[in-house]
């Protein structure tokens, strides 16, 4: 099968991967496209679709441009692949101890949060439900009740 050799404007390449010019420049001036020029205008080859696919990819699991950078190089040096899939696989792995570190701190503020919400409503449940306090004669003023702190267990 011969090798695809379309090319694509930086619109016509935004569109089809639904991102704007602006991304294109970017990462086009971060060294990991390089499209060719045809006068003033920018062409982009089936390679560079390829790599804007790995970049997006790369951003949307949460790699710097750093490290996609470092993957994308290894692509272009290693023929077999196999330094590149070594670097994937450690560079998941990380990822993915720094994802689940993430999903516990999320998982323990919601937990906090939970609670702060149930004190809440048991405080204002507490309010609705007691009598009006009683007004001070001499200053008008109604006495304060003994607040209870939210979000601390007693």
Excluded: W
């Excluded at 993915?96 to 937990?111: F, G, N, P």
């Excluded at 919400?117 to 109604?142: F, R």
């Amino acid at each position: 099968m011969p090798p695809d050799d379309t090319l694509y404007t930086v619109t016509q390449l935004g569109a089809e991967l639904g991102i704007t010019v602006r991304t294109l420049h970017f990462y086009e001036a971060q060294g990991l496209i390089t499209p060719r020029r045809a006068g003033n205008t920018r062409v982009y080859s089936q390679r560079d679709r390829a790599r804007m696919i790995l970049i997006l990819r790369g951003k949307r699991l949460g790699f710097s441009i750093k490290e996609i950078k470092e993957y994308l190089e290894l692509y272009d040096t290693d023929p077999t692949h196999g330094q590149q899939t070594r670097a994937l696989l450690k560079a998941a792995r990380n990822r993915i101890h720094k994802l689940e570190e993430q999903r516990l701190a999320v998982e323990q503020t919601l937990t906090e949060l939970r609670s702060i919400a149930v004190q809440c409503e048991e405080a204002l449940k507490n309010l609705a439900s007691s009598p009006a306090p009683a007004s001070n004669p001499k200053t008008g003023q109604a006495k304060k009740a003994a607040a209870k702190p939210i979000g601390r267990s007693p």
